[in-house]
């Protein structure tokens, strides 16, 4: 009964493949976000996709490349990986909301290590 | 642009001890504003919100108070366990819908027994 689900749990690979991370949430959310938590947890949203469109884009290498094939799944591809690539992303979804005020509900993370 | 401070961590305290983490934000108008927390190895869960300026937050023990005065969201514990021992994180969604969250850079606490 998982809310949000990420797979894989973690990916190590090498530098210059490509490679995706898979997000499911059976929370009936419209609204699902991808994050990327650095080294020293630092954590800075990437994209917000709200019924399959995208609605936030954070200046991020056209390298990375979202999907929503629907309002449930949100999953993110990365080709040519480098090794600043190296971090934990995070799948987030929640209801879109008044003043944004809906809480986000996060997946366990996809711990990503560039070779 | 919007953004959140929080003091620099790590932090370890002893089981019962008092617990504040500063939080201070930036930001147009009234934005919403969380605390969230992420246990060793797990995605991050929302531990408390307050949504407009004198709002009080709490959940488990833990309490913050919307500041608007002092720009200010920090979070308190009365009395500590090893159970809460995680990462913390002070978040703000800036007024007008967005569905954008700012994080703070986030506080390692451990709690020792």
């Known amino acids: 009964d998982t809310a949000v689900s990420q797979t894989p749990k973690y990916l190590v690979t090498q530098m210059g493949n490509d490679k995706s991370i898979k997000c499911e949430q059976n929370?009936?959310?419209?609204?699902m976000y991808w994050y990327k938590q650095d080294s020293k947890k630092f954590l800075k949203i990437m994209f917000s996709?709200?019924?399959?469109?995208?609605?936030i884009n954070e200046t991020v290498p056209n390298r990375f490349s979202p999907k929503s094939p629907d309002k449930a799944h949100l999953n993110l591809h990365i080709n040519s990986l480098e090794l600043g690539d190296s971090a934990v992303y995070f799948c987030?979804?929640?209801?879109?909301?008044?003043?944004?005020?809906?809480?986000?509900?996060f997946g366990d993370g996809t711990r990503l290590s560039i070779l | 642009g919007d953004s959140v401070t929080q003091m620099e961590g790590p932090v370890t305290l002893s089981e019962e001890a008092f617990l504040t983490i500063n939080c201070t934000y930036t930001?147009?108008?009234?934005?919403?504003l969380f605390w969230y927390v992420q246990y060793p190895g797990e995605g991050l869960q929302l531990l408390l919100k307050?949504?407009?300026?004198?709002d009080k937050g709490s959940n488990k023990g833990f309490e913050a108070t919307y500041r608007k005065e002092t720009t200010s969201f920090h979070l308190e514990k009365g009395s500590v366990q090893v159970s809460d021992s995680a990462v913390y994180f002070c978040?703000?969604?800036?007024?007008?819908?967005?569905?954008?969250?700012?994080f703070g850079k986030g506080m390692k606490l451990t709690v020792n027994p």
């Open positions: 929370l009936g959310h419209d609204t």
């Open positions: 987030a979804s929640s209801h879109s909301g008044v003043a944004g005020n809906q809480p986000q509900h």
């Open positions: 996709y709200n019924n399959k469109e995208l609605i």
């Open positions: 307050a949504t407009k300026a004198d």
């Open positions: 930001a147009t108008g009234y934005p919403s």
């Open positions: 978040a703000l969604s800036p007024q007008g819908g967005s569905e954008k969250l700012v």
